[in-house]
Structure formats: C-alpha cells, structure tokens
C-alpha cells in the first residue's frame, strides 16, 4: 500500500493538487492524508487563550473531514483510503514529521496557497518546503493543473554527482506505473563531461536499461529556469524531476538572480527528490 500526503489549506490550489493525485494513482492501492497546519507565525498559538486555540483547531478538523468526505464522494476508488492529520507544528516541519512517522511514500502538493497572492512556482513557501523535507520526494502541482497521462518524463542532472540506485527508485516507479518514456537533460556546463561525469552518467544508463530512455544536453547559459522550461515545452514533457542534494541543481537554480526577482513558474508537476 502506498502511503500520500497531501498537505491542504483548503485553498482550490490544494484541491486541484489533490485530485491530481488520486488520479494518478487511480489504480494503485493508496492511503491518503490530508494534512492541514495551523501553526501561527512567531509562536502566534502560544499567546492566545486556550478558548481561541480550541475554537481554531475545531475550525480546521472540520474542513479536513470535509476535505476527505469531498475526496471519497468525487473520486468513489475501493483502492483508496483517506486519513486527516491536524498539526500545529510550521508547514515544513509538520510535513517532515508526518513523512517520518506515517512512512510516505510520497508528497503531493500544490505551489499556491489559499492567500491569493501572487506566488511563482519557487516562491518562498515552496522553497522552504522543498528545501526542508529530507525524509520523502515531494511532488508539486501548479495551480489548477489538470492530470494528463505522465507519457514523457525528463529528468534533469549535470552528471557532477553519482546517485544512488534508492535515489532512483522513486523516479523508477513512477515510469514504471505509466511506462512513461524517460529523457536524461543534461545540464551543460562544460565543453566535455569530465570522467567523474561520464561515470555517473555510464550509471544511470545502467539504471534505466529496461527503460525507453534518451539523452539530451542544454548547452551552457545564463537562465537554467528559463531553459528548462523552454526544454520542458519543446519535448511535450508531463513531469519534470531533480534530484535535491547540497549544491544540487535545484539550488543553483533558486540562487539564480532571475529566480530571486521574478520566480520560476513551471507549467508542469517537478518531482523533488531528496538524496
């Protein structure tokens, strides 16, 4: 049985996120959780009296029960169960708590909250979201994205660390249950990959063996987003997928200075998975 969290401020975003997921995992024997955080900026819970804290908690496990009632009337599946969980830690820490202690299989959530404001797709609450979480990949959905079958999945890398075949193993199965066709992008920063480069890459060929896959190369330039996103248009992908790790690509890109001005907003699902 796989294990789903789905973080939820009740917002459409999060509901489109969550829809998503039942849909992909239609035919898989699944267990979801609604998550929901009512954790106040600055320790807001702790100076308000117990009354009001009642009040906020009762507010909120009533919308998650309603969440999950929504859920098992708009999508009846006989493979699926629903849970809630109400928690009053910050977003990112309830999350890592949750994946640890329920054992996740995988994250599943939306890249805008219920606020309206503007957000792109690596605003700060997501970064700090995708950042945090250690314990379970996380798969984001932007905001009112409708499933369409995962046929084409890139997986984008620039070669410079070896992965672990358990890194793999949740980019894996998410081809396998599609059989989606897998494109490697590299990154390219050099003008040949270096033997440490080809090692890693001579690896994941050995990974993907039993998958269609191909190879692909961005050249060198300035906006890796931007690329990325122009790469992900070109070749019809439906997810895209990194691999988080210190100095990882996901963090060069954050630290880009487009990214920091105006955002990476991606048109498509990106799969995080931490190392």
Known sequence: MRRILLPTDFSDN?????????????QEICT???????ALPRNGLSNLPDKIIKEISAIASKQLLD?????????????HKFETIL???????????????HKMDLVVMGTKGATGAKEFFFGSK???VIMAISKCPVLLI????????????????????????????PLKYLINL??????????DEETALSDTQAFNLKMLKIYFNTHNYTLHSIPKYNEKAKRINDFTEKHEIDILAMVKYRHSLIEKIVNEPVIKELGFHAKIPFLVIPE
């Open 14 to 26: 999060a509901w489109s996120a969550s829809l998503y997921a039942l849909k992909f995992f239609e």
């Open 32 to 38: 979801f959780y609604f998550l929901n955080s009512i």
């Open 67 to 79: 969440f999950k009632q929504r859920a098992e009337l708009c999508e009846p599946n006989s493979k």
């Open 87 to 101: 928690s009053t830690q910050d977003l990112y820490k309830a999350i890592e708590h949750t994946c640890e202690t």
């Open 126 to 128: 997501t970064v700090n």
């Open 142 to 169: 932007p905001e009112a994205f409708n499933f369409v079958t995962p046929k084409q999945i890139a997986f984008a890398t620039d070669f410079s660390r070896f992965y672990h075949i358990r890194e793999i193993k």
């Open 178 to 187: 599609y059989h989606s066709k897998i494109k490697i992008v590299h990154i």
